[in-house]
């Protein structure tokens, strides 16, 4: 049998929050360095693909305490939009509505993706703020996960994403058939 622990997402890896360079500098925007933002994150999309904003190099070094590397958790802390989850595949900044896990080497990212994933009704639970349900980074830090052992995470994040991937290409293949059909 698994033996699964429970731990609060700040043992499984780095908590950080996004931040926004100043807008009012035009110099930290325009380059290539991907900033993500809530609408870059996709309820049908595991990983963020592309930004509607880059950072400059100005912009990244204004920040660059809040840079994320590849394979990290990134989950919308705010709003109708809390809950949401991706990947980063490259290195990222967020702004300051995503909290982000920079996972530890025990944890696995791809089953950090899918146990979060499933996990909206806690995030809204723990959330302060009446009008606007904000999840702090505190409190965020806080929520407790169940884990098992860092080769089971690996064999239910492989199982997951090729389960993932199967739907994707099915829905591209009633797509193209609907166009053809047309």
Request: glycine share 6%.
């Amino acid at each position: 049998m698994i033996e699964y622990k429970t731990v609060k997402l700040s043992e499984v890896g780095e908590i950080v929050t996004g931040s926004t360079p100043s807008t009012k500098n035009e110099e930290n925007y325009g380059g290539e360095f991907p900033f993500v933002r809530v609408s870059d994150m996709t309820e049908d999309r595991k990983y963020v693909k592309e930004t509607g904003k880059k950072l400059s190099e100005k912009g990244k070094k204004e920040v660059e305490n809040r840079v994320l590397n590849e394979g990290s958790v990134m989950v919308c802390c705010i709003g109708n939009t809390l809950g949401k989850v991706a990947l980063t595949q490259t290195e990222v900044i967020t702004n300051q509505q995503i909290n982000s896990i920079i996972p530890y080497e025990n944890y696995d990212a791809e089953f950090l993706y899918y146990k979060l994933s499933n996990m909206k009704n806690i995030f809204k639970r723990h959330a302060g703020g009446s009008a606007q349900p904000i999840l702090s980074k505190t409190k965020f830090s806080n929520i407790k996960i169940d884990v098992p052992p860092v080769e089971t995470q690996e064999k239910i994040g492989d199982l997951l994403y090729s389960i993932d991937e199967k739907i994707r290409v099915n829905r591209e293949l009633a797509e193209l058939l609907e166009e053809t059909a047309h």
